[in-house]
């Protein structure tokens, strides 16, 4: 009996033991205000700021619940017009789609570089001037590396006339293209491109990290929905907080950025030195240091005129930059 009312005690003990422990774990857990979805499983290392803003907690900080979702170009964009999707991650693939009165706009930078041109060791090709009557293979007509090239070649003279475009649907696909002689050129996004370079497949003869016009410029924008960004400008506020959290901890800890993302699945890369060489890379902008921050509003005006001066781009750039980018009070929201 004795044994029985002990047994007893210890389970009231337990019981009352975690009753009191309900109210102090609810005053740890985040009060959120907002409940969003962010494509945030695109696999690719340059998202890091997404992943690692959900992983750390800063958007739970910033009161916002987060789930990450996967969306192909066309599922982002109709979400942004409608408001279904607050934010996300996006190169200057989406300047035509601004223009085309797509309910979007940039409100921040994300980080720099990611995109090569790369031809075979032996190739003859050196410079720009040398790609005129060269067949370019690209991952589709009109995306960033389309774009990229395009951009390159107008800017030296040399038109889409004067070359051909090849899309292929996968980037090892389009290494072996360029292995085979299919392609003179292969426009590739990291990591694919690092990789050719580093095993000596291919030799790079534009990096946009390093080289003009695209060195010192973002690759990557935060855009938003306008529709989200005039109905609830605060909840972007919070998440562009949130954001130059997770860019400043990857500024600051770039080895330990790589462990977490690809630990967790967010990123497919066995190299660890070479995810670390490109997060590096990256330049990710560390607002309260003030490094690799650059002027977004003068950072999407440059890429505007120079895509309108190319014929990518038709309107105006001073009346594009109007929709293009909005600035948002990072105050908004905070007590």
């Given at each position: 009996?004795?044994?029985?009312?002990?047994?007893?005690?210890?389970?009231?003990?337990l019981?009352?033991?975690?009753?009191?422990?309900?109210?102090?774990?609810?005053?740890?857990?985040?009060?959120?205000?907002?409940?969003?979805?962010?494509?945030?499983?695109?696999?690719?290392?340059?998202?890091?700021?997404?992943?690692?803003?959900?992983?750390?907690?800063?958007?739970?900080e910033?009161?916002?619940?987060?789930?990450?979702?996967?969306?192909?170009?066309?599922?982002?964009?109709?979400?942004?017009?409608?408001?279904?999707?607050?934010?996300?991650?996006?190169?200057?693939?989406?300047?035509?789609?601004?223009?085309?009165?797509?309910?979007?706009?940039?409100?921040?930078?994300?980080?720099?570089?990611?995109?090569?041109?790369?031809?075979?060791?032996?190739?003859?090709?050196?410079?720009?001037?040398?790609?005129?009557?060269?067949?370019?293979?690209?991952?589709?007509?009109?995306?960033?590396?389309?774009?990229?090239?395009?951009?390159?070649?107008?800017?030296?003279?040399?038109?889409?006339?004067?070359?051909?475009?090849?899309?292929f649907?996968?980037?090892?696909?389009?290494?072996?293209?360029?292995?085979?002689?299919?392609?003179?050129?292969?426009?590739?996004w990291?990591?694919?491109?690092?990789?050719?370079?580093?095993?000596?497949?291919?030799?790079?003869?534009?990096?946009?990290?390093?080289?003009?016009?695209?060195?010192?410029?973002?690759?990557?924008?935060?855009?938003?929905?306008?529709?989200?960004?005039?109905?609830?400008?605060?909840?972007?506020?919070?998440?562009?907080?949130?954001?130059?959290?997770?860019?400043?901890?990857?500024?600051?800890?770039?080895?330990?950025?790589?462990?977490?993302?690809?630990?967790?699945?967010?990123?497919?890369?066995?190299?660890h030195?070479?995810?670390?060489?490109?997060?590096?890379?990256?330049s990710?902008?560390?607002?309260?240091?003030?490094?690799?921050?650059?002027?977004?509003?003068?950072?999407?005006?440059?890429?505007?005129?120079?895509?309108?001066?190319?014929?990518?781009?038709?309107?105006?750039?001073?009346?594009?930059?109007?929709?293009?980018?909005?600035?948002?009070?990072?105050?908004?929201?905070?007590?």
């Amino acid at each position: 009996m004795k044994k029985f009312f002990s047994a007893v005690s210890v389970v009231l003990a337990l019981a009352m033991a975690l009753t009191l422990a309900i109210p102090a774990l609810a005053e740890t857990t985040p009060e959120y205000q907002w409940k969003i979805s962010i494509p945030g499983k695109s696999g690719s290392l340059c998202n890091s700021p997404t992943y690692l803003a959900y992983e750390l907690g800063y958007f739970a900080e910033e009161g916002i619940d987060v789930e990450l979702i996967t969306a192909d170009f066309e599922a982002k964009k109709i979400g942004l017009n409608n408001g279904t999707i607050s934010t996300i991650n996006g190169d200057f693939q989406y300047f035509p789609s601004i223009e085309a009165d797509i309910q979007m706009t940039i409100v921040d930078g994300l980080h720099q570089g990611c995109i090569k041109l790369e031809v075979l060791p032996n190739s003859d090709i050196q410079t720009v001037e040398d790609l005129k009557g060269k067949v370019i293979g690209v991952d589709e007509i009109g995306g960033t590396p389309y774009q990229v090239a395009l951009l390159w070649l107008e800017q030296n003279g040399i038109t889409i006339n004067d070359v051909q475009f090849l899309p292929f649907n996968d980037g090892s696909l389009e290494v072996e293209a360029l292995k085979q002689g299919v392609v003179d050129v292969a426009a590739l996004w990291d990591p694919i491109a690092s990789v050719t370079e580093n095993e000596g497949t291919a030799r790079t003869i534009l990096d946009i990290g390093k080289d003009e016009p695209f060195a010192g410029h973002y690759c990557c924008y935060l855009y938003a929905s306008t529709k989200v960004v005039e109905e609830q400008p605060e909840l972007i506020a919070a998440e562009l907080r949130a954001y130059h959290k997770a860019q400043a901890w990857i500024a600051e800890n770039p080895e330990e950025a790589v462990e977490l993302v690809t630990k967790a699945g967010y990123v497919s890369i066995e190299d660890h030195d070479l995810a670390l060489q490109l997060v590096k890379s990256y330049s990710y902008p560390h607002h309260e240091q003030g490094t690799n921050v650059v002027d977004v509003k003068a950072d999407v005006e440059y890429f505007a005129q120079a895509l309108y001066d190319i014929g990518y781009l038709h309107t105006d750039p001073a009346e594009y930059i109007a929709k293009a980018y909005t600035y948002l009070d990072l105050t908004l929201g905070q007590e």
